[in-house]
Each structure stands twice: as structure tokens, then as C-alpha cells.
């Protein structure tokens, strides 16, 4: 039986996590960052890139996950691969001999937060229209696809028209500010947008300076022809707005001892999609993924090694008796 064969036969639903898989070095400063000089360091090594870090998030919660990434034949890829596989499926990761495995480089300064990241992920171009073409069987049975902004604009743009062709359900993750040039200014068909403010704000040519500000950010994105949108601000919170208009503000969960913030947002970003998918209130959706980022936070790992589908009940129910839920 071929490997098609097989999987038609299965009929399966995966969801489908396309964009970056790379690996995260980091460096913790042990004193105050001083630039143009030798600051000295912990360093560890670890596996991430979005796409991937919510494949691993929603794997580690028992969903059939596949991952759609380019890779490099190197030695970057076989600690992706053994990290990874044990949560997703890699079979559609494709091999391109003359480019490197994404890499993204971290340095934190003494409280854990960011203080400047170094990404080399040109072979994310590689992942093309044409390269989703080549793997439509697995994509037309999809019950969601997850694309980061990682992808070309041309692939962001394909799969808007994919998804809505084939009506399944559509999210999209930005990574950074820089990229957020390749979201298509018409995003009718898109489920979930999951944005920060820094990133809404180059989007938007606009700043974000209050509430109202907020909101008129999170109205904008709407207007567009987003279902869902959700504008993160870091420790103020999250505001979000539905396709009929109504907006929801959430505050952060209080986190005292932040461990690392690498991670928190693709935490949030697979605390929601989980939820979601469950058909939960929006409520619950939000604060899925508030609990999942703060975990996050207080642990040393870019997805939570203790996160399984009995710990996350577990998580929401501390929430729910500590009356933030």
C-alpha cells in the first residue's frame, strides 16, 4: 500500500501547521547587557520557529498534527527532528539541499526579557504556492491549517483563497513587525488573526497609546474581513473583537517570576486555536491561552515540557478557582 493509500484509507483530520522550524540558541545575560563588549553568558540550545512551536503545543495536547516547513541536510535539522516527531508528523517537511535549516539566535538580558534576536530563515522562501500545490491531498482534509508569516506573501495569499474555496478553517501567526508586509490587505476567509500591538502598529501605520487606540486597532483588523482578531500587549492584557463587532478586553495573568518570555506567544496563539476547535466560548478561548503563555513563561522551555491535555484541564481549573476565570 502506498504512503497515499494509506492515508486516504485513514481519512484523517490533521491540522496543519505551516511556516518556520528552526533552532533557537539563547544566551542569558548574567549582569546588565553592555554593548560594543564581551557580556558574559549562559547559552542552551533548543527547538522552535511559530509554526512549529504551535505544532509541538498542540501535539503535546493530543491533536493529530502535521508540519509543512523546508529544511536544510544538516545537522540544525536532526535536533528539529528528534525534538519534534514524538508530536507531529514531519513527513511533508521538504528537503532542499543547498539551503540551511532556520536557526533564530536569542540574547536575554538579566530579567529574561529579549534584548536583540538574530533569524536566518531565507529558506522559508522555498515555501511556495507550488510546494502546497504538491501537497494538496493532505491540505483538502485539513479541519484547520495554521500558516506563520515566515511564508512568502504569495503562500499567505494562496492560502486565503485555498481556505475559503475549501472552507476550512484559517489562522494566521505573524512573527515579527518586519514581516508583517506580507499579509494581504483583504483577509475575508481568515478564522484567527493572532497579532501584537507593535506588529498592528506597522501594519496600520498607526500608534497604539490607549484603550481606545486599542480598540480602534482591533475594529481596523475586523474591517478587513477577519473572523476572530486578537491584539496582544504584553503584561497589559489582550483585546479582542468578533465578526459582529463586539470587543472583549482580558488582563494578563500576573506572572512574578518570569523564567523566559521565548514561547509565550506561540503558547497563547495554540491555547486558543486548542479551544477553539473544541468550540468553547470566547471566554474560555482567551484565557486557554492566557494560562498556556504564563505557564510558558515560567519555564526555561519554548513549549512547556509538562503541557498534556490532562495538565491544561488542570490549568484552567486554578484559573477558575483563583476567580480570574
Known amino acids: 500500500m502506498t504512503k497515499e493509500m494509506a492515508e486516504a484509507f485513514k481519512e484523517t483530520n490533521p491540522i496543519i501547521c505551516i511556516g518556520g522550524a528552526n533552532l533557537d540558541r539563547k544566551f542569558y545575560a548574567k549582569f546588565d547587557i553592555t554593548s560594543e563588549t564581551s557580556n558574559p553568558v549562559k547559552s542552551s540550545t533548543s527547538v522552535g520557529g511559530v509554526a512549529r512551536n504551535i505544532a509541538e503545543n498542540l501535539g503535546r495536547l493530543g491533536e493529530e498534527v502535521i508540519l509543512l516547513t523546508a529544511r536544510g541536510n544538516d545537522a540544525e535539522w536532526i535536533g528539529i527532528y528528534d525534538s519534534s516527531s514524538p508530536f507531529m508528523n514531519l513527513e511533508y517537511v521538504t528537503l532542499f539541499e543547498d539551503s540551511s535549516t532556520g536557526t533564530y539566535t536569542a540574547v536575554l538580558d538579566r530579567n529574561g526579557h529579549l534584548s536583540v534576536a538574530l533569524a536566518d530563515m531565507d529558506i522559508y522562501e522555498k515555501i511556495t504556492p507550488e510546494l502546497l500545490i504538491s501537497n494538496i491531498h493532505i491540505l483538502k482534509r485539513a479541519k484547520c491549517i495554521v500558516a506563520d508569516l515566515n511564508c512568502p506573501s504569495e503562500t499567505i495569499d494562496y492560502l486565503c483563497s485555498f481556505t475559503s474555496q475549501h472552507q476550512i478553517p484559517f489562522v494566521i501567526i505573524p512573527v515579527s513587525s518586519p514581516k508583517m508586509n506580507r499579509l494581504t490587505k483583504s483577509l475575508h476567509g481568515v478564522s484567527w488573526l493572532i497579532v501584537n500591538k507593535d506588529e498592528t502598529e506597522t501594519f496600520m501605520n498607526m500608534n497604539i497609546l490607549d484603550v481606545q487606540d486599542w480598540e480602534n486597532a482591533v475594529k481596523k483588523w475586523l474591517e478587513l474581513g477577519v473572523k ?73 522551555y519554548t513549549v512547556r515540557q509538562e503541557l498534556t491535555q490532562k495538565q491544561f484541564i488542570l490549568d484552567m481549573e486554578e484559573l477558575k478557582n483563583e476567580t480570574i476565570y
Open 228 to 300: 476572530n482578531v486578537i491584539v496582544t500587549n504584553g503584561s497589559k492584557g489582550v483585546m479582542a473583537g468578533v465578526e459582529n463587532g463586539e470587543l472583549s478586553y482580558f488582563p494578563a495573568i500576573d506572572t512574578p517570576k518570569v523564567v523566559d518570555v521565548t514561547g509565550a506567544g506561540d503558547s497563547f496563539c495554540s491555547g486558543v486555536i486548542y479551544s477553539w476547535l473544541q468550540n468553547k466560548e470566547m471566554d474560555y478561548i482567551i484565557k486557554s491561552g492566557l494560562i498556556n503563555a504564563h505557564k510558558t513563561i515560567m519555564s526555561k
